[in-house]
Structures are given as C-alpha cells and as structure tokens.
C-alpha cells in the first residue's frame, strides 16, 4: 500500500510494500542463477522480517493533508493519530480541555490540554470538572423515559397533565413528546440578547421562570416541525420533580449517577464549592477573558446544568449499552432520530429531523472515502464551555471532548476548532483518511477593527456592506468598537455604534453603548439625546433611567 507523507509525493512507507516488492523478484529469481538467485532470496527473508515486526503504520503529515490509514490499524497508531490533532488544535489555542477516545469498552486516548484556572496556571487534568450545557439534556431524557418504564408517565401526556399551572391555550397541545424532540414551537429563550446579558444572571422561582420565559406564543403548531428549544427541556425538568416530588438535582443523583458510579458528575450550583472545577473562560478576537457569570438554576436547569468528568461520561456511554438504567426498548426510542417532521431554517432546514430524544442521530460522511458512520451526537455550548459527545455503535466508540472556553456573541471560533476535531477523531476511529484541522480564519471584528486602524471607518463599512455577515443579535460593528474603546480611538468607535444602530434600530443595548461613549468623552447632550430615543422604544428601562440620571447630575453645577 502506497501512503501520503509530509512531502505530498506517492512514496513507499508500508514495511508491507517492501515485502512486496521482494516478492515481484523472487518471481524473477526463478529465472536466475547462482549468486543472483541467492541475493534475491536474501532481500526476500529480509522484507518479510520487516513487514512481520514493524506492521502498518500512520506517517506524519503536514497541517493541510490527509493520512491514509489501513484495516485494522493498531491501537498505538491511533494513539499517535489521536494525539497529532488533538495537540494542534491546543497549540493554536482555542482548544484547552480534555479528550476520551474509547473502543471496544477499552480507553484507546485520555489526555488533558490547556489550564483550568489561568489566573493561577493551573492545568488542566483527567480529574477536571467541565459544565456538559446541553450535553446535560441526555440525562433529562433518560430519567423522563424512566419514569414512563415506571409507569408514571406516558408520551403522551400533556404539559397542563402535570403542571396545571401553564397556559392552557398552548399547554394543551404540547406532548412530552414534542419537548423531549424539541417539536413543541415553544420559543428558546437563550435567543434573547436580554437572555445573555440579564436574565441568565438572576435568580428566579422555577415556576416564576417558566411562566415568563417558557410560555411564549408558538412559533409554529407542535409536532409540526424541529425547533431546538431550550425552554422545553426546562419544562420537563420541572414535570420530573412534580411527579417525583423531589428535586430535578436529586433525581439525577438516584437514577443515574448513584447507581452507575459516576462519583464526578452532578447539578452545578455556582455557589457552592467544587473541588477541581474548571473556570470557563471566553476566546474572544482580541483576547481571552473571564466568561460572564450565568445562574444555573432555574435555568438552564434540566436543558444544560450538569457537570462532569471525561471518565465519568465513559461510564455513562457503557451505560447506555446495557439495561442497568433504562430498558432495551425505550433506550432504543431515545436513539431513535423522529424524521417525520422536516427542520426549521435555523437548524439547516433539512427535510427530515435527526433529533431522537436527547440525542441526534445521523451520518457522519468522509469527503474522500464516502463512508457513512453512523453517529450518536450531542453538543453543548454555554458561557465558558464547550462539549461534544459520540457514540458510535459500529466501533463499539464513544469520544468525548469537554472545553473550559467559549465564543463571544457573533463569534464561533471555538466551537468550530471542537467541531474539526471531533469529525477528524471519529475519521482516526473509523480507520479513514485524516487531516489535522486547520486554524479558525481570522474573524470579521478583527478584520473589521484592522480595516478602521489602517483605511479608516468608511472602508470597513463598505467592507462589511459588501462581504460582512449580519449579527442576529444585532450590533454587527459592537465588538470592534469596543477594542477600538480600549485602543483610545473613541470617534471611531462611535461612528461604528451609530452604524449598528441605523442598521437595527429597536437594539436598546446599543443606545446604551453609545451614550455611555458620549458620556465617557463628555458630549452630554448627544449622550442625553440617545437615551431619550431609547426610550422611546423601551420606556421604563432601569439601566437607561440610570444613565439619564447620570447624566443629569453631570449637567448639575
């Protein structure tokens, strides 16, 4: 077998090929005589040695080309496969964490990346404890098919069945089945700006929570279509301690941590102490940062507050293939993708869902080989962290990668060096061609906030109007005004923030960052006009009201 090296040139790297090619000329031997015969014989013992002892092996390749790999190749070579991604994608530095590779019930790769804490360099270990976010709603699924085992709850029940409470116009129409597989139309409240930046930082009574941020107007009729909800899985935290009568926390530590070992994993409350937690932390365009602080109850909650461990996970996935905690037969629902309902535009707009219950299903397609790998997926991201888990039932594989950093708003970076590795540590396991993952581009506000240091405001606007993707959030220009802030170039910036604000005009937060600005270099007036307008679009709005007041005082002999 002929394999691709670091020169990018068809060359002989399988000791297999020398044996080979010793026996092309025996094949000539025969022909031969005397001293000739003899020496061909030689080389042919000598090949075949070599094959015997040094087996199929990976060559090292550069960053940008693929590696063929053999049947059946040794777990030590993809050991070393599994560290060459794994230790580029650390080295650019948006990966810090942990990874598990896992084959045939055996750990295969098992290292920690990165710091855990960097204000005190505290590395990262096999022993650090990483927030799963959505990973988490796995175990909300599992302990919600529990309890239909059990008898105490059906598919479908109706959310008005155990939480009376909730509005009766929408929650008579939604099944558990519609929350378990994101069908309900009940609106994510994690899509609001407000979201991020206020709610996810107070505190809040569960059924006070649900009833402001998870009763929303439907977004289409349920059971009609997949729209990821976060709000449903919420909802279903609260049904399971409603018909438990005990807490969502509880139940996870009884049904599921408790009885399969899992002595690192549990419900994450800020506010008590965890030893070796992970600080999480934000890999911005400028620099890395403290991630905002967020309240993880009652929100995320069920949908995305628990912690855990790589080896902690790898004893949930075996697990998951036997019926220590849940039953053949409704495991198998949960594994089930419900592709009778096509994707909304946001999720990809496929025809078909690949959501079962917690858990997508689907294949994972190598560009070259067109191999189809069956793919059992959960991501999560949430502030600081990001996660990946898989399954993969054709290798008897599970690979786990949890991450202490995350993505500002309108950045992905960090999430897609996650991605990249992970789809390439599933190639390793599935013996296809690999390639190391190449470095995330550079991101639109660096090139945005270069554009405005080098050629001026005008020509980063007629850069971002021609080739510039719009944040959802609004705010498209925000990130670079605020380095440009840092960096002393204050018109500058507010030029960018009267921009965003022509662009999305009922953005409140952005009436905020431009009087601050104003504030900051003590044009009053301008700064008093721009929150007038703001509130006109939110009257009553606390942190505008403070802002007029400040501004009044500084008006004040």
């Known amino acids: 077998m002929i394999y691709h090296g670091s020169t990018g040139k068809n060359s002989l790297h399988s000791p297999f090929d020398l044996y080979g090619i010793a ?6 031997g025969f022909v031969m005589h005397g001293p000739a015969q003899r020496l061909l014989k ?18 090292s390749a550069n960053p940008k080309e693929s590696i063929t790999s053999r049947p059946g190749l040794p777990t030590k070579d993809k050991h070393a496969a599994l560290n060459e991604i794994c230790e580029a994608m650390a080295r650019n530095g948006y990966f810090s964490g942990v990874v598990l590779v896992a084959e045939n019930s055996q ?52 959310i008005t069945n155990h ?8 929650g008579e129409r939604i099944t558990i089945h519609h929350l378990l597989a994101h069908q309900s139309g009940i609106p994510d409240f994690t899509n609001s700006f407000d979201y ?14 649900i009833k402001r941020f998870c009763s929303g107007d439907l977004t289409h009729n349920p059971g009609k279509l997949y729209s990821y909800s976060n709000a449903g899985y919420v909802i279903l935290g609260r049904i399971i301690e409603k018909v438990t009568k005990e807490s ?15 002595t690192n994993t549990g419900y994450d409350n800020p ?50 293939a036997t019926d220590k905690l849940l039953k053949e037969n409704l495991r198998d629902l949960m594994f089930t993708p419900n592709t009778s309902v096509p994707e909304c535009q946001a999720a990809g707009g496929r025809q078909h869902s690949d959501y079962g219950y917690g858990w997508r299903i689907y294949n994972v397609i190598h560009p070259t080989t067109q191999k189809k790998t069956r793919v059992m997926n959960h991501g999560g991201a949430i502030s600081g962290f990001r996660a990946l888990v898989n399954r993969i039932p054709s290798r008897n594989a599970f690979v786990a990668l949890l991450c202490n950093q995350g993505d500002p708003p309108g950045s992905n970076a960090v999430w897609l060096t996650l991605n990249r590795m992970n789809t390439e540590i599933i190639h390793v396991v599935t013996e296809q061609p690999y390639k190391i993952p190449q470095n995330p581009p550079r991101s639109q506000d660096q090139r945005l906030y270069q554009l405005v240091c080098s050629k001026g405001v005008d020509a980063a606007i007629s850069w971002f109007e021609e080739k510039g993707k719009k944040n959802p959030w609004g705010g498209s220009f925000a990130t670079a005004a605020s380095e440009l802030l840092r960096s002393g170039k204050l018109e500058e910036a507010i030029r960018l923030y009267e921009y965003d604000i022509l662009q999305t005009p009922n953005k409140v937060w952005l009436y905020r960052k431009l009087a601050g600005t104003y504030i900051q270099i003590g044009q009053l007036e301008k700064a008093a006009n721009i929150v007038d307008q703001a509130l006109t679009i939110r009257p009553g709005d606390e942190r505008l009201i403070d802002l007029q007041n400040e501004i009044r005082c500084s008006f004040s002999p």
């Open 23 to 28: 026996t092309v000329l025996v094949t000539v």
């Open 42 to 59: 030689t080389l042919v013992l000598l090949a075949g040695i070599i094959a015997l002892v040094g087996g199929p092996r990976l060559v």
């Open 107 to 158: 750990v295969i790769y098992r290292k920690a990346f990165g710091l855990a804490n960097r204000e005190w360099e505290i590395p990262n270990s096999i022993e650090t404890k990483f927030r799963l976010a959505s990973v988490s709603k796995q175990f909300c699924s599992m302990i919600i098919m529990q309890l239909i085992q059990d008898g105490e709850l059906n598919l479908n029940d109706l």
């Open 163 to 170: 939480l009376p409470s909730y509005r009766q116009d929408t």
């Open 196 to 209: 991020r930046n206020t709610t996810a930082r107070l505190l809040f009574e569960k059924d006070d929570f």
């Open 248 to 262: 969502y926390e509880q139940n996870v530590r009884d049904r599921i941590t408790q009885p399969i070992g899992m």
């Open 271 to 320: 506010h008590e102490l965890l030893t070796k937690r992970a600080c999480g932390y934000t890999h911005g365009p400028f620099r890395v940062q403290n991630a905002p602080y967020i309240e993880m109850n009652p929100a995320p909650g069920a949908a995305g507050a628990i912690y855990s461990t790589v080896d902690d996970l790898f004893a949930w996935d075996r697990a998951l």
